[in-house]
């Protein structure tokens, strides 16, 4: 038994545990039950795959069946996105996270901008990391074919001629600070609790806009990616709540890579219309900058 077990990243537990061969009863439960203290740093609205369990009600739910008090505190402040509230709450009324009173952004407080394309949006990132505090990501949309063989692209847009690499397999989540990382595109997984002066993100097709709102497509996802897995087989016994809870992984996948920069986030999406609620959400008057 365990004194204090402090529990960051706690979105992201799991029911089973994975290194030891889906395994146990329950992560939540077993962190519980191993401590006389357990402390979990959550935010649910950084869950991004279809296992994630951790939410304030699972873990009310085992703490009562194991008799354990629960208290429920609220950090405050942050330090994300320099520290911009305003930004936070515009970027969950743009992605549909929750409505909030933040419909405008303002742009002297944190640097947002919409690239026409993704050549460009590179560019400009190779030119922000003269401290390599730059960095580009992606929606996990695009297969992974240079792991196997270098020579090969992943990230391919032949409508705006654009191929890049994925980050190396050797490196990990060391490619957000290696020299040659700004050439390369890491994803969620390899950026998740991370932060950098300015990220880039490409919104892949995974994240669509149609009809007035935000649909999310998880057959465009990359078949090496599976943070999805599951939602098939649970299409067939509730299709509802799986479209629903497939929208907000999707769109909770892009709010983090969108809160990954300190200072700037710059944005291009593959979808035009997704593109042009962004423009239009941006700035009403038409001038995105």
């Known amino acids: 038994m365990y004194d204090t077990l402090v529990v960051d990243e706690a979105h992201r537990l799991n029911r089973f545990s994975g290194l030891y061969g889906n395994q146990g009863e329950n992560q939540v439960r077993e962190i519980i039950n191993a401590s006389h203290l357990s402390v979990f740093f959550l935010d649910e609205d950084q869950q991004v795959a279809w296992k994630d369990i951790g939410t304030e009600a699972e873990i009310r739910e085992h703490a009562s069946q194991l008799g354990a008090q629960v208290v429920c505190d609220e950090l405050p402040s942050q330090f994300r996105c320099a520290g911009s509230d305003g930004y936070l709450a515009w970027l969950d009324d743009l992605l549909g996270i929750r409505s909030t009173a933040n419909p405008e952004l303002d742009r002297e407080v944190f640097d947002f901008r919409l690239f026409d394309d993704p050549q460009s949006l590179h560019t400009a990132i190779r030119h922000a990391n003269g401290n390599n505090r730059a960095r580009l990501v992606a929606g996990y949309c695009w297969n992974w074919a240079s792991k196997r063989n270098p020579d090969l692209s992943d990230i391919v847009i032949p409508e705006h001629g654009y191929a890049a690499r994925w980050n190396l397999a050797s490196e990990g989540n060391t490619w957000i600070i290696s020299p040659t990382g700004v050439e390369e595109v890491g994803c969620v ?35 090496s990616d599976k943070s999805l897995s599951g ?30 920069g300190m200072k700037s986030c710059w944005v291009f999406a593959c979808d035009p219309q997704l593109q042009t609620y962004f423009r239009e959400r941006l700035d009403p008057s038409g001038d995105s900058g």
């Open 231 to 260: 939602w098939r087989a649970a299409m067939a016994t509730d299709p509802e709540g799986t479209e629903e809870r497939l929208s907000r992984l999707i769109r909770n996948t892009y709010r983090t890579l969108m809160t990954r």
């Open 189 to 223: 997984h390899t950026c998740q609790g991370l932060e950098v002066d300015t990220i880039g993100v490409i919104i892949g097709p995974d994240l669509q806009f149609r009809g007035g709102r935000l649909l999310a497509n998880p057959t465009t996802r990359a078949r």
